[in-house]
């Protein structure tokens, strides 16, 4: 059985007087939320391992996680961890986020591919984990969806698979 104290009024410390109670947060809205408050928070989590083949160009991953912000005005922090494993010899592999389909952020640094290069030089096999935060600004109130994304120049690069590997995607809108 659940417990339940019913107050109307309480009396301050000094006993100089009382704070009512009722209808206190009657009317609350998220707009009478101040800026930078906690609006909602989502998770999606796989135990799923990708092994995936070369791809020169910016490839889904297959893992994605949407949220559909209140306001366009609302920020959404992004925070990924998973780890990886590839088989290399002088072979590079790296993972990236993308909104919608679209690239949020691009890096011209021929060497650097995405939040999570990784560079193999005559090794057998590299393990890493992964993780990343960012803080997005959608502009939009309808779902947004981001998504993993994969480089590689070598046929089995795999996501997720490092003993035994449990890919989180949590996503927080903050208003804005």
Known sequence: ?????KVDELETVDGSGTIALQNQLSGMTTASLPANAILQITQATTATVYTLGVASSWTAVGFSHSITPSSTSSKILIQLTTSTTQMV???????DIYRNGSQMITNTESNYWGFMP????SVTQMQNSASTTYLDSPNSTSAVTYALYYKSDQANFKVNGHRPGHMVMILTEIKG
């Open 89 to 95: 010899d002088d072979n590079t592999a790296g993972l």
């Open 1 to 5: 059985m659940a417990s339940k104290i």
């Open 118 to 121: 990784h560079y193999g030089y």
